[in-house]
């Protein structure tokens, strides 16, 4: 593990940077990525910062990605963000550069790169990243775009503070963020906002959740049903954390199915940790929040059985 010292003084002394992360972006991806990309960029004028990965979808409000061109590697500084495990990271072209940053606050599976900070505490990648840009002095800068960006990725992955993992340090942070030139009240409308079909989905969740005893559930979600509301598998995503508020449901898996009839797993939990149960599914994650892959519905029930072990022995 490096020390913010060492990441900034190799930021400072790098022409070019690129920066990366994982696949199915989500806002603290997003804004992990262009928060520290707009740190740099206001600090340095003068260097060449890019954002790499696959197109962001409907979070286009957050960020959108550079064209990033094979020699743009070329003596880059390659930094990722929020991305545990190389495989997950979005554009594998993240190896062409001269070296290679990991910041994350996932579970350390993978400790690639020459330099590596991971801080599994922290709420977000952009809680890491406000710290960081907080430790630099004048060597990184706290511009309104980076404060916007870093508030979005905090919000996202605490569930608007909701979650366990938001800290006293967390709040400290968001409230030096809100202090700079944004609408943190456009950005909360916007991350709950949803379209009509999305909410008929909510509706789904709850007329079909499977519930049992000991608090686990499952519910799956099958593409005729996305078709049908003219919905994506990540428009599905919406609806991953609602079982979370019915009482008597403390953990829960959700398959989504993909166009080739596999599912895509979204583990969540309020008590036992479940992201070695998502490892064990082509997968992982947080504890309390993970992602697998199941290569049918036989695999998806096979997953919920195991959670309900999981569950019951955290009851006893
Ligand atoms: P999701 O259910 O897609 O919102 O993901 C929850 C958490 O698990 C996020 O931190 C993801 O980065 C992580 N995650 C999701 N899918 C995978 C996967 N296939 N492998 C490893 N981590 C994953």
């Known amino acids: 593990m490096n020390t913010f010292g060492e990441i900034i003084d190799k ?22 990525q262009l928060g520290l990309a707009a740190s740099i960029r206001a600090a340095y004028p003068d260097k060449t910062v890019l954002l790499a990965g696959e197109g962001v979808g409907d979070l286009a409000w957050i ?9 743009d590697y070329q003596g880059a500084l390659v930094i990722v963000v929020d991305t545990a495990d190389r495989p997950r990271i979005s554009d594998q072209r993240y190896n062409q550069g ?3 940053i990991k910041i994350d606050h996932h579970p350390n599976i993978d400790p690639y790169g020459d330099l590596l900070y991971v801080d599994t505490s ?54 030096q963020l809100i202090s700079h030139n944004f609408d943190p ?21 709850y007329d079909h959740l499977q519930v049992d005893i000991s608090g686990a559930a499952k519910l799956i979600v099958p593409q005729s049903l996305l078709q ?12 991953v954390s609602t079982p979370g508020r019915l009482k008597g449901v403390h953990s829960w898996v959700m398959g989504v199915e993909q166009s080739d009839g596999s599912y895509r ?14 490892a064990a599914h082509h997968g992982g994650g947080h504890p309390l929040a993970s992602g697998a892959k199941a290569q049918d519905e036989a ?18």
Do not use: W
């Open 299 to 316: 695999e998806v029930q096979q997953i919920f059985t195991e959670l309900i072990a999981l569950q019951q022995q955290f009851n006893e």
């Open 63 to 71: 960020s959108t990605m550079d064209q990033v061109t094979d020699s």
């Open 228 to 239: 049908s509301l003219d919905l994506s598998a990540e428009d599905a995503h919406v609806v």
């Open 122 to 175: 922290a709420s977000s990648c952009s809680e890491i990243i406000g710290n960081l840009i907080n430790a630099a002095g004048t060597k990184l800068h706290m511009t309104d775009q980076a404060a916007a960006s870093l508030y979005t990725g905090i919000v996202g992955d605490t569930g608007r503070f909701l979650y366990p993992s938001t800290t006293v340090h967390t709040l400290n942070l968001a409230a």
């Open 11 to 32: 930021i400072s002394a790098a022409p070019k940077i690129i920066i990366h992360r994982h696949v199915h972006p989500d806002p603290d991806a997003l804004g992990s």
């Open 265 to 278: 797993i979204h583990l969540r939990s309020q008590g036992p940790e479940i992201n070695e149960l998502a």
């Open 185 to 205: 009240n456009a950005i909360n409308l916007k991350m709950g906002e949803v379209t009509l079909n999305q909410a008929r989905l909510q509706g789904y969740v």
């Open 98 to 100: 001269a070296s290679l």
